[in-house]
């Protein structure tokens, strides 16, 4: 079964930033792509950013111009740079894999917490 480790979560000051990292294995099929999501308490989880393995990647707007998303394929890792982070950027960030089967795989999730 595939396994995603997320790591970078923390408490961080607004106006801060983060780097989230996650790296898959046990994969069996390759990879489309990868992305992460974010759910805060009682919200839906919402995409935040994802990036094929081409390089393309897509964002929620709210997260435009703040965050970057990138990935090492030799490594099977994708990141998040976070910056400008702002108290409603506050949420469990979750990372995501979906692969050239179709199936769609998650990790347990890092805490992102933004507060003075």
């Known amino acids: 079964q595939v396994q995603l480790v997320e790591s970078g979560g923390g408490l961080v000051q607004p106006g801060g930033s983060l780097r989230l990292s996650c790296t898959a294995s046990r994969i069996v099929f390759s990879i489309d792509a990868m992305g992460w999501y974010r759910q805060a308490p009682g919200n839906q989880r919402e995409l935040v950013a994802s990036?094929?393995?081409?390089?393309?990647?897509n964002y929620a707007d709210s997260v435009k111009g703040r965050f970057t998303i990138s990935s090492e394929n030799a490594d099977n890792t994708v990141y998040l740079q976070m910056n400008s982070l702002k108290p409603e950027d506050t949420a469990v960030y979750y990372c995501?894999?979906?692969?050239?089967?179709?199936?769609?795989?998650w990790g347990r999730g890092t805490q992102v917490t933004v507060s003075s």
């Open positions: 995501k894999l979906r692969d050239s089967a179709g199936y769609n795989h």
């Open positions: 990036i094929t393995m081409g390089g393309s990647s």
